[in-house]
């Protein structure tokens, strides 16, 4: 009786540490990133991405990044509605986007939006195991029909 105690205490320890063991590989979505332009290779904005209480990711434009030669647009010209005109600065181009089941650290149902083009995409991520870089990747119907941009953690 007593043996059969020590094992069932053991097997649930065991668990746990795998669980805990798990959940710490598990990257963190929420919080600051920079954006890098895919074709300029230079920062262009900090987006916030906050987790809503559906369990969907959402990401806003906190701060635009000065770079050479150029002058960031203060309103969203070209977004549909209900983003016409809105202020770059406080503008939600993340939306929807939840965890994958099949893939930890994996993201995905999600939509983008290019506050340049005004243009909407789908968009999935994948953030790095140690979680400084996350992958955001737009697309037109289906995954290989995109492009991708790298978003790096800004530190608090």
């Not at 540490?17 to 798990?22: I, K, M, N, T, Y």
């Not at 959940?23 to 809503?52: C, H, M, P, Q, Y």
């Not at 953030?127 to 941009?149: A, F, I, K, P």
């Amino acid at each position: 009786m007593a043996t059969t105690r020590l094992k069932s205490l053991l097997r649930l320890t065991l668990m746990g540490l795998v669980l805990q063991g798990s959940a710490a590989f598990a990257a963190d979505l929420t919080g600051n990133w920079r954006t890098i332009d895919d074709k300029t290779g230079f920062a262009k904005s900090i987006v916030k991405i906050e987790k809503n209480s559906a369990g969907e990711y959402t990401g806003t434009i906190i701060r635009v990044v000065p770079r050479p030669d150029y002058t960031p647009q203060e309103f969203c010209t070209k977004c549909p509605a209900p983003n016409t005109n809105k202020p770059i600065i406080g503008l939600t181009v993340l939306s929807g986007l939840k965890d994958d089941p099949k893939k930890e650290n994996h993201f995905m149902n999600g939509s983008i939006l290019d506050p340049l083009s005004g243009k909407v995409y789908g968009a999935k991520a994948r953030v790095s195991e140690d979680g400084r870089r996350l992958t955001m990747r737009g697309y037109v119907g289906v995954s290989m029909l995109g492009r991708s941009q790298s978003w790096f953690r800004e530190e608090k």
